[in-house]
């Protein structure tokens, strides 16, 4: 309902200068009354968390930059994502293939078929780390994953991406 811009970026890495941009973008929104205390921005929600949510999906984007296959093992830093991501977090049965998110790899490191899904991933190569929103658990957070599955036309992920929003909104 309220809460401080430091406490919203703490651990993600950004400047004061852009935190104060990131409290005035969300004030424009109309979801959000800009308040201070003392000399902190604070947020404080008009809405309840799904309404905001509805309200502000049409400014978001999928993380994915782009994706591939890569062989395994790999040693990149990776965060559990996609479908499976989903898998954990309610019921829908994984993909075959391993789901990883990364930031920094290179695109060339990507194959753009599947050859073996026993020796491959699919990896999505992700426009921010997806390793600063964990929730300590080695998956990707729910609001990236929905975001990540928006384009998905199967009924059984989208069904699977609602109940784990309502998750998050209960």
Not at 23 to 36: M, R
Not at 89 to 118: C, I, Q, W
Request: some cysteine; aromatic content about 8%; charged content about 30%.
């Amino acid at each position: 309902e309220r809460i401080r811009i430091t406490d919203l970026m703490e651990g993600l890495g950004y400047t004061t200068m852009t935190e104060s941009r990131v409290a005035k973008q969300l004030g424009a929104t109309d979801c959000f009354d800009i308040e201070k205390d003392g000399t902190a921005n604070v947020l404080a929600a008009r809405y309840p968390a799904r309404e905001t949510f509805l309200r502000l999906k049409e400014y978001m984007i999928s993380p994915v930059e782009t994706a591939g296959y890569i062989d395994l093992p790999t040693d990149w830093d990776v965060t559990i994502a996609g479908t499976e991501a989903l898998s954990e977090r309610t019921m829908v049965n994984p993909d075959k293939v391993h789901t990883y998110a990364v930031f920094g790899m290179s695109r060339k490191a990507l194959r753009s078929e599947l050859v073996d899904p026993e020796r491959q991933a699919y990896v999505e190569i992700w426009k921010y780390d997806p390793k600063k929103l964990l929730q300590g658990d080695g998956y990707a957070d729910p609001i990236s994953i929905a975001l990540s599955l928006e384009d998905t036309k199967d009924e059984r992920i989208e069904a699977a991406v609602d109940e784990m929003l309502e998750q998050i909104w209960s």
